[in-house]
């Protein structure tokens, strides 16, 4: 099965414009961009048949190609990551892949496993049109998300999913609901990882639906495929005693700092 890992990076964030380039200092004293960090993260994947920087910005551009990783320059009008990995994908030099995976340009401490798990899913699975990784909240993540909203920051996504693994619904709130009072042990709260394996039609039917007013509300391209009746499966994964978190604000630059440094440990 052919996999490709597309990496859709732009520089006009609104909440944190130039993300991609931001510099991240490591436990050794030097500093690496969140492009070169995603980008190593990507190719720390076993499997994968290559892996490219999907962007229409040249100075992304420009950075990646210097440290050696590949690009695909895509159009200009893409409003969100998968329909960047769709253009993409009608611009791939050789043979079309049978899997495509989003792969996040701010969660550079993205495990590999989390891809290969997910990969493997979708391999077990033909009828699977996408999924996407899921991890459960210990009570350190999930205070992080509670002090985010409480200080009004938009943090990282959460999710709540059906008994059989299907996504109901992804919220930039910390759903579900729990009163202070009664959290239970352990947290019922799911992170979203925003790392997606697709089939390459399943893009396409993207594509086509064209935008959702809950995506356009919550800020979240996922939710266009639940709009569409498209299934999105949810695959459970484990942190394995490591620290997840995205770059969602200039907020989360310490934390990802600090969680390089405790990998060291």
Not at 24 to 50: H, T, Y
Not at 65 to 74: D, L, P, S
Not at 104 to 121: H, K, N, R, S, Y
Not at 180 to 208: S, T
Request: glycine share 8%.
């Amino acid at each position: 099965m052919r996999t490709v890992i597309l990496i859709p990076a732009r520089y006009a964030s609104s909440r944190y414009p130039g993300k991609p380039l931001a510099m991240l200092r490591q436990p050794d004293g030097r500093a690496k961009s969140l492009i070169r960090m995603s980008w190593e993260a990507a190719r720390a994947v076993k499997g994968i048949d290559a892996v490219y920087v999907a962007t229409d910005d040249t100075r992304i551009a420009e950075a990646t190609e210097a440290f050696g990783g590949e690009v695909i320059m895509t159009d200009p009008a893409c409003e969100n990551g998968t329909v960047r990995c769709a253009d993409a994908l009608a611009r791939l030099p050789g043979p079309a892949p049978d899997l495509v995976v989003n792969f996040q340009g701010d969660a550079p401490l993205t495990p590999p496993w989390f891809v290969e798990e997910l990969v493997a899913a979708m391999a077990a699975e033909p009828g699977l049109a996408m999924a996407t990784p899921i991890l459960r909240c210990d009570r350190t993540a999930y205070s992080a998300f509670i002090e985010d909203r409480r200080n009004g920051r938009v943090g990282g996504t959460t999710v709540v999913a059906d008994a059989a693994g299907r996504a109901l619904y992804f919220s930039k709130e910390v759903i579900p609901f729990i009163d202070p009072g009664k959290l239970p042990d352990p947290v019922p709260v799911f992170h979203h990882v925003g790392v997606y394996a697709y089939r390459p039609e399943a893009l396409r039917a993207y594509v086509a639906a064209g935008p959702c007013q809950l995506e356009e509300l919550e800020g979240l391209e996922q939710l266009r495929f639940l709009h569409a009746g498209i299934p999105v499966r949810c695959v459970e994964v484990s942190a394995r005693g490591r620290v997840f978190w995205e770059l969602n604000n200039p907020h989360d630059v310490g934390r990802i700092e600090a969680a390089l440094r405790a990998q060291q440990t």
